[in-house]
Nanobody
Framework: QVQLVESGGGLVQAGGSLRLSCAASGSTFSIIAIGWYRQAPGKQRELVAGISRGGYTNYADSVKGRFTISRDNAKNTVYLQMNSLKPEDTAVYVC??????????????????????WGQGTQVTVSS
């Protein structure tokens, strides 16, 4: 079993920044990659960014150039640095752990695929 705990959400004005953290515990040896998803009211959950154990990353087009995902393997923690936030970034951000290895490479680009473990989420609200 893997437990994921998110932190760092909050209320910020448009143009501001936040850094989210996803701390993993339990059977962390089984984690192949970690991804951040978000879900806004009335919308489907969408992948924001993913990072593999080796450091390969992928991002949703809507956040490229503004968000950066990184990991600290010693702390079993993945971060999502969010800059130049927009009101449309408002959502609950949820961390996911890929323990199945369904992610990989396509045409030379890394893609993240969700695993079995989800955190509880952290609210991010961006005011205009």
């Amino acid at each position: 079993q893997v437990q994921l705990v998110e932190s760092g959400g909050g209320l910020v004005q448009a143009g501001g920044s936040l850094r989210l953290s996803c701390a993993a515990s339990g059977s962390t040896f089984s984690i192949i990659a970690i991804g951040w998803y978000r879900q806004a009211p009335g919308k489907q959950r969408e992948l924001v960014a993913g990072i593999s154990r080796g450091g390969y990353t992928n991002y949703a087009d809507s956040v490229k150039g503004r968000f950066t995902i990184s990991r600290d393997n010693a702390k079993n923690t993945v971060y999502l640095q969010m800059n130049s936030l927009k009101p449309e970034d408002t959502a609950v951000y949820v961390c996911n752990a890929d323990n199945n290895g369904r992610g990989g490479f396509y045409s030379g680009n890394y893609y993240y695929a969700p695993g079995d473990y989800w955190g509880q989420g952290t609210q991010v609200t961006v005011s205009s």
